[in-house]
């Protein structure tokens, strides 16, 4: 009868929830079937009534339990109920709701459920947070918390609180439904991954635990903390490594810093550059952040380099790329200093301020320039036969003496300048090369890397419409080539490179004057004339300046145009002058041989009928060292001729074509090549002296020197092109 009336009175207002049988106004009625007595207290007492009946002694008890049947056991839901009570309470202490939550679990362990309540209990744990950590006040799903000590993340990772985890019956219980030993390294990858915000101190160092966590395990993650704990993806970031020397710095460069608490070693690891990459990057035009030669190049530009063995060869390549750049002044300068290396844009850029050869030329590059260095042997000037340098290999023949060419030029006249490193050994710049738009900011706190350009030296400041190369001298054998001459050889050769510049400016079209210097030492920062040489056009200035512009116009394949006029080439001090009359011829009437026809009409060659002739003018004294140029000596083709005892008093130039080292004229007659070389001696060349005969019988040359302007050829003896 009992069991059918809710006559048990419980106060939920009453700070004990076990309390003795209580009768007031605020009292509930419950039906005795809904009681439980204090022996299942932690079970149940946050959805069903508890009665603490200990009072009543044995007796009584026991006829209140056969009574009101308050000694039953739970069922698995009722337990499960009382857990998420439990979690919610906020008035208990967490260390109690802990004491109760092992008491939940042991009785779970050691009830057989039926598979519908396993069910039941692998959503509460998987869905709701009803398991205690270590941390205070904080429940968990079973995914967030581990057995074992590994890193952990508030708000998202926990440790399971140790009394849970002592409790073999309660952890053998919970691994049947999912509880870890440890997190998985993809969770901690996940978790970074998805982290905005890290929301405190605490935050930051269990977030630092968990990365160095990953990186002992060498796994990557591509977001990290910045300066304001906001995560943010690592191209993004770069380490605060290096003191600018403005204030403004930073908020000109636009840099935003990797967060301190990650250290250098830690943050590098995953990839955050350095603040000094970060401002390289950040001034990298788009276009060419990948700036390197677009070849698997180490083994041909190590062929090149051998090709160009002598040093001397390398200034007369350079001298012809200012040419065909429209320079009209070059400058070599022997830089000896031992700079400094503090304030470098990186650590490895070190090895661009070492000694090295300066060459200074007053054109600037041009975008297709910038393209066409980066490949190897195809150059923007391939297509051009204007420029003198259509049949070598240009720039790279830097390659002899250095690994890493830099320069400083000003593309297009637009912006402060450009900065532009090649590296195809990747030891410099991972991606072999780069190239910078230059800002004050940039100059102004790294003055090691662009102070070594002599921007401050009147007249050779690169960043303003002109270029000056830095070629660091090679300090030991590398797999382009072996180590470059000691400062003292390249000294002794520019000695020697000085002796025949007069004649190097002979037939160059825009180049006027050639100049070399030194820098001795540190307490110099003006570099110290040793040589310099100007040519001037002194009879028929407007006629020349009229045939060089018809020159730049397109010829049809029979046009003949011709001229002859006389230069002074002359000394810094003016002491030593000489005067040569030039006769230029262009085209011929002369059919071209078939094999050259083919090859013109097909593309393969772009040729153009050009040559000229010198002869020293002024003196009666005959010129008889006999010379071959192509608009600079060709060395070997010089020997042949004098090895042949082939008596010219006329330097001889031509458009011939060379191999890649631009010391050897091409010579099979049978092969294109040396078809069209012989053809451009015997017609173009021959012409171009018949003018210059026929120019000093005109002007009533005295008979002696007119023979003296004539070749003497012993009996059946020709110019012809041998090896």
């Given at each position: 009868?009992?069991?059918?009336?809710?006559?048990?009175?419980?106060n939920y207002d009453l700070p004990n929830t076990c309390k003795n049988w209580v009768y007031d106004d605020n009292a509930e009625r419950f039906f005795p079937k809904e009681v439980f007595s204090a022996e299942v207290k932690e079970l149940v007492q946050y959805i069903h009534p508890v009665y603490d009946f200990k009072q009543l002694g044995a007796n009584r008890r026991s006829f209140v339990d056969q009574t009101m049947q308050l000694y039953k056991r739970p069922t698995v839901?009722?337990?499960?109920?009382?857990?998420?009570?439990?979690?919610?309470?906020?008035?208990?202490?967490?260390?109690?709701?802990?004491?109760?939550?092992?008491?939940?679990?042991?009785?779970?362990?050691?009830?057989?459920?039926?598979?519908?309540?396993?069910?039941?209990?692998?959503?509460?744990?998987?869905?709701?947070?009803?398991?205690?950590?270590?941390?205070?006040?904080?429940?968990?799903?079973?995914?967030?918390?581990?057995?074992?000590?590994?890193?952990?993340?508030?708000?998202?990772?926990?440790?399971?609180?140790?009394?849970?985890?002592?409790?073999?019956?309660?952890?053998?219980?919970?691994?049947?439904?999912?509880?870890?030993?440890?997190?998985?390294?993809?969770?901690?990858?996940?978790?970074?991954?998805?982290?905005?915000?890290?929301?405190?101190?605490?935050?930051?160092?269990?977030?630092?635990?968990?990365?160095?966590?990953?990186?002992?395990?060498?796994?990557?993650?591509?977001?990290?903390?910045?300066?304001?704990?906001?995560?943010?993806?690592?191209?993004?970031?770069?380490?605060?490594?290096?003191?600018?020397?403005?204030?403004?710095?930073?908020?000109?460069?636009?840099?935003?810093?990797?967060?301190?608490?990650?250290?250098?070693?830690?943050?590098?690891?995953?990839?955050?550059?350095?603040?000094?990459?970060?401002?390289?990057?950040?001034?990298?035009?788009?276009?060419?952040?990948?700036?390197?030669?677009?070849?698997?190049?180490?083994?041909?530009?190590?062929?090149?380099?051998?090709?160009?063995?002598?040093?001397?060869?390398?200034?007369?390549?350079?001298?012809?790329?200012?040419?065909?750049?429209?320079?009209?002044?070059?400058?070599?300068?022997?830089?000896?200093?031992?700079?400094?290396?503090?304030?470098?844009?990186?650590?490895?850029?070190?090895?661009?301020?070492?000694?090295?050869?300066?060459?200074?030329?007053?054109?600037?590059?041009?975008?297709?320039?910038?393209?066409?260095?980066?490949?190897?042997?195809?150059?923007?000037?391939?297509?051009?036969?204007?420029?003198?340098?259509?049949?070598?290999?240009?720039?790279?023949?830097?390659?002899?003496?250095?690994?890493?060419?830099?320069?400083?030029?000003?593309?297009?006249?637009?912006?402060?300048?450009?900065?532009?490193?090649?590296?195809?050994?990747?030891?410099?710049?991972?991606?072999?090369?780069?190239?910078?738009?230059?800002?004050?900011?940039?100059?102004?706190?790294?003055?090691?890397?662009?102070?070594?350009?002599?921007?401050?030296?009147?007249?050779?400041?690169?960043?303003?419409?002109?270029?000056?190369?830095?070629?660091?001298?090679?300090?030991?054998?590398?797999?382009?080539?072996?180590?470059?001459?000691?400062?003292?050889?390249?000294?002794?050769?520019?000695?020697?490179?000085?002796?025949?510049?007069?004649?190097?400016?002979?037939?160059?079209?825009?180049?006027?004057?050639?100049?070399?210097?030194?820098?001795?030492?540190?307490?110099?920062?003006?570099?110290?004339?040793?040589?310099?040489?100007?040519?001037?056009?002194?009879?028929?200035?407007?006629?020349?300046?009229?045939?060089?512009?018809?020159?730049?116009?397109?010829?049809?394949?029979?046009?003949?145009?011709?001229?002859?006029?006389?230069?002074?080439?002359?000394?810094?001090?003016?002491?030593?002058?000489?005067?040569?009359?030039?006769?230029?011829?262009?085209?011929?009437?002369?059919?071209?041989?078939?094999?050259?026809?083919?090859?013109?009409?097909?593309?393969?060659?772009?040729?153009?009928?050009?040559?000229?002739?010198?002869?020293?003018?002024?003196?009666?004294?005959?010129?008889?060292?006999?010379?071959?140029?192509?608009?600079?000596?060709?060395?070997?083709?010089?020997?042949?001729?004098?090895?042949?005892?082939?008596?010219?008093?006329?330097?001889?130039?031509?458009?011939?074509?060379?191999?890649?080292?631009?010391?050897?004229?091409?010579?099979?007659?049978?092969?294109?090549?040396?078809?069209?070389?012989?053809?451009?001696?015997?017609?173009?060349?021959?012409?171009?002296?018949?003018?210059?005969?026929?120019?000093?019988?005109?002007?009533?040359?005295?008979?002696?020197?007119?023979?003296?302007?004539?070749?003497?050829?012993?009996?059946?003896?020709?110019?012809?092109?041998?090896?």
């Amino acid at each position: 009868m009992l069991q059918a009336v809710n006559f048990c009175p419980y106060n939920y207002d009453l700070p004990n929830t076990c309390k003795n049988w209580v009768y007031d106004d605020n009292a509930e009625r419950f039906f005795p079937k809904e009681v439980f007595s204090a022996e299942v207290k932690e079970l149940v007492q946050y959805i069903h009534p508890v009665y603490d009946f200990k009072q009543l002694g044995a007796n009584r008890r026991s006829f209140v339990d056969q009574t009101m049947q308050l000694y039953k056991r739970p069922t698995v839901t009722d337990v499960l109920s009382n857990l998420q009570g439990m979690v919610a309470d906020t008035s208990k202490r967490y260390e109690t709701k802990v004491a109760d939550q092992v008491a939940i679990f042991e009785f779970l362990a050691s009830h057989s459920s039926t598979q519908e309540e396993e069910s039941e209990i692998r959503k509460i744990l998987e869905e709701t947070y009803v398991l205690a950590s270590e941390t205070a006040n904080q429940f968990c799903t079973i995914g967030q918390v581990c057995i074992d000590n590994c890193p952990v993340l508030d708000g998202i990772l926990y440790k399971l609180n140790v009394f849970m985890a002592r409790n073999r019956k309660i952890s053998t219980f919970l691994r049947n439904f999912g509880l870890q030993n440890v997190f998985g390294d993809h969770m901690y990858c996940n978790i970074v991954e998805e982290l905005d915000m890290v929301s405190s101190d605490k935050h930051m160092n269990q977030l630092r635990r968990i990365l160095e966590y990953l990186r002992d395990r060498s796994i990557k993650v591509s977001k990290l903390p910045d300066e304001k704990k906001k995560m943010r993806q690592i191209m993004d970031l770069c380490l605060n490594d290096f003191e600018l020397t403005s204030s403004q710095s930073s908020k000109s460069f636009k840099l935003t810093y990797c967060h301190s608490t990650l250290s250098h070693d830690l943050a590098r690891y995953f990839g955050v550059r350095t603040k000094r990459s970060m401002i390289v990057s950040l001034n990298s035009d788009p276009m060419f952040e990948n700036f390197f030669q677009q070849e698997d190049i180490s083994k041909r530009l190590s062929r090149i380099a051998k090709s160009y063995s002598n040093p001397m060869d390398v200034f007369k390549e350079l001298i012809q790329n200012a040419d065909d750049a429209s320079a009209t002044e070059i400058h070599f300068i022997l830089d000896r200093r031992v700079l400094s290396k503090k304030r470098v844009v990186d650590d490895k850029w070190e090895k661009l301020v070492e000694p090295a050869l300066l060459v200074f030329n007053n054109a600037h590059f041009t975008s297709s320039d910038i393209k066409g260095i980066q490949a190897l042997g195809a150059g923007s000037k391939g297509d051009n036969v204007q420029k003198i340098g259509q049949f070598g290999v240009g720039f790279n023949c830097v390659y002899s003496i250095t690994d890493t060419p830099c320069f400083l030029t000003q593309v297009d006249k637009k912006g402060n300048g450009n900065f532009c490193v090649l590296d195809p050994t990747f030891q410099v710049i991972a991606g072999g090369g780069t190239k910078l738009n230059i800002e004050e900011n940039l100059l102004f706190n790294f003055p090691d890397t662009f102070g070594c350009f002599l921007r401050e030296v009147k007249g050779l400041d690169a960043t303003r419409g002109k270029t000056m190369f830095r070629l660091p001298l090679r300090q030991k054998d590398t797999k382009l080539g072996p180590k470059a001459p000691t400062l003292q050889q390249l000294r002794d050769m520019l000695n020697d490179f000085v002796l025949k510049l007069p004649e190097y400016l002979l037939f160059l079209r825009h180049i006027e004057q050639i100049k070399v210097s030194e820098i001795k030492s540190n307490l110099e920062s003006v570099p110290k004339l040793i040589a310099s040489f100007s040519k001037t056009v002194v009879s028929n200035k407007n006629q020349y300046e009229a045939y060089i512009r018809r020159q730049l116009q397109s010829l049809s394949k029979t046009d003949e145009d011709s001229l002859v006029y006389e230069v002074q080439i002359t000394s810094e001090n003016g002491k030593n002058k000489r005067n040569w009359l030039i006769s230029d011829f262009i085209g011929c009437d002369k059919p071209l041989p078939n094999m050259i026809v083919n090859a013109r009409d097909s593309g393969d060659i772009k040729v153009k009928k050009h040559a000229a002739v010198a002869l020293p003018s002024g003196s009666l004294e005959r010129h008889n060292v006999p010379a071959i140029f192509c608009y600079l000596p060709i060395e070997e083709a010089s020997a042949n001729l004098r090895k042949e005892n082939i008596d010219i008093p006329v330097v001889i130039n031509g458009q011939f074509f060379l191999d890649e080292s631009r010391r050897i004229i091409s010579v099979a007659n049978q092969e294109m090549k040396g078809c069209w070389n012989q053809y451009i001696l015997e017609n173009v060349v021959g012409r171009a002296y018949a003018k210059m005969v026929d120019h000093l019988k005109e002007n009533n040359l005295s008979f002696h020197a007119y023979l003296e302007s004539l070749p003497k050829f012993k009996p059946c003896q020709r110019i012809q092109f041998s090896m």
